[in-house]
């Protein structure tokens, strides 16, 4: 207790070298780091005023709230200034129902022309059952130039008893009217429509014969069994099956092999063709009259 009293007494007669020594012995010198990271510290909250204050700016939407007041306000200086909708153009429609474009598109003659979004009316578009793809222009001042590009259909396709109509990339055409597309072939088999638009194009090599066609089924995922009018079946080559319609094709151009009474035709052997006849084995009597 004496001790500290007598240093308090000291200190305050004003003894400067003991007041210096003591404090150099009781303040402890900061670490060298201590300072830069104070400015790095410093440097982050910078950051985060600079970049957090738009991110919530958006994410409360006070910033989209800004960005659509100014872009509604733009549109509305565009239209005054005469930028609108006067003509609404459309190519490439051929089995889209009209009321569904028009649902899609949704324009009105007087509309701003910078008032609507070609990407989303593009994926309004594609979106109906027909259209495969589709591309939307502005044409200042006034025009908005639609492009369509349909599915083309090919074939129908049977699978589990039922009937789709498919196009020539083996892809289902929903809500289509089977009744008007009764005149294509009809494929057959779970893969059948993936390699429908290959065997349409064989066929197609020999018009004549083609056009007797009524079906084709698809044997093990590997080749076709084609069935004529008549009830005629031809058995395709698993290789080789543009060589083996080729040579059919020759054969009823030579020797009327269809007219005969035949059931089935077997070519899936190169070298020789193996016929089974109908019931009665005999050819059929050519029906005269007059041609339509």
Not at 236 to 265: S, V
């Given at each position: 207790m004496?001790?500290?009293?007598?240093?308090?007494?000291?200190n305050?007669?004003?003894?400067k070298?003991?007041d210096?020594?003591?404090l150099?012995r009781?303040?402890?010198a900061?670490?060298r780091?201590?300072r830069p990271?104070?400015r790095?510290?410093?440097?982050v909250?910078?950051?985060?005023?600079l970049?957090?204050?738009?991110v919530w700016?958006?994410?409360?939407g006070v910033?989209?709230a800004i960005?659509?007041?100014?872009?509604?306000?733009?549109v509305?200086?565009?239209?005054?200034m005469?930028l609108?909708v006067?003509a609404v153009?459309?190519?490439?429609?051929?089995?889209?129902?009209r009321?569904?474009?028009?649902?899609a598109v949704?324009?009105e003659?007087?509309?701003?022309?910078?008032?609507?979004?070609?990407?989303g009316?593009r994926?309004?578009?594609?979106?109906?059952?027909?259209?495969?793809?589709?591309?939307?222009?502005?044409?200042?001042p006034?025009?908005?130039?639609?492009?369509?590009?349909?599915?083309?259909?090919?074939a129908l396709?049977?699978?589990?008893?039922q009937l789709?109509l498919?196009?020539d990339?083996?892809e289902?055409?929903?809500g289509?009217?089977l009744?008007?597309?009764?005149?294509?072939?009809?494929?057959?088999?779970?893969?059948?429509?993936r390699h429908?638009?290959t065997l349409?194009a064989?066929l197609g090599?020999?018009?004549a014969?083609?056009s007797k066609?009524?079906a084709a089924?698809?044997?093990?995922k590997?080749?076709?069994?084609?069935?004529?009018?008549?009830?005629?079946q031809?058995?395709?080559p698993?290789?080789?099956?543009?060589?083996?319609?080729?040579?059919?094709?020759r054969l009823?151009?030579?020797?009327?092999?269809?007219a005969?009474?035949?059931r089935?035709?077997?070519m899936?052997?190169?070298?020789r063709?193996?016929v089974?006849a109908?019931?009665t084995?005999?050819?059929?009597?050519p029906?005269?009259?007059?041609?339509?």
């Amino acid at each position: 207790m004496r001790l500290i009293k007598g240093r308090a007494a000291k200190n305050a007669r004003g003894s400067k070298g003991v007041d210096k020594a003591a404090l150099k012995r009781r303040r402890k010198a900061a670490p060298r780091w201590v300072r830069p990271a104070l400015r790095g510290a410093a440097a982050v909250a910078a950051v985060a005023v600079l970049v957090g204050g738009p991110v919530w700016m958006w994410r409360s939407g006070v910033a989209g709230a800004i960005y659509d007041g100014a872009n509604r306000s733009a549109v509305a200086v565009t239209a005054e200034m005469g930028l609108t909708v006067r003509a609404v153009l459309l190519e490439g429609r051929r089995h889209t129902p009209r009321a569904d474009v028009l649902r899609a598109v949704s324009l009105e003659r007087g509309d701003a022309i910078f008032g609507f979004d070609p990407a989303g009316m593009r994926a309004r578009l594609v979106a109906l059952p027909w259209v495969r793809d589709a591309t939307v222009e502005r044409r200042l001042p006034g025009t908005v130039n639609i492009r369509i590009l349909e599915h083309r259909p090919l074939a129908l396709w049977q699978r589990d008893r039922q009937l789709a109509l498919i196009d020539d990339r083996g892809e289902v055409i929903d809500g289509a009217d089977l009744g008007k597309f009764r005149d294509l072939p009809i494929v057959v088999g779970p893969d059948a429509a993936r390699h429908a638009a290959t065997l349409i194009a064989l066929l197609g090599t020999e018009p004549a014969l083609a056009s007797k066609v009524s079906a084709a089924v698809r044997v093990g995922k590997r080749r076709w069994n084609i069935r004529l009018a008549g009830g005629i079946q031809v058995q395709l080559p698993e290789t080789g099956a543009h060589a083996a319609w080729r040579r059919l094709a020759r054969l009823e151009a030579r020797h009327r092999l269809l007219a005969r009474d035949i059931r089935n035709i077997d070519m899936r052997l190169p070298d020789r063709l193996i016929v089974r006849a109908g019931e009665t084995g005999r050819e059929a009597a050519p029906v005269r009259g007059k041609r339509t």
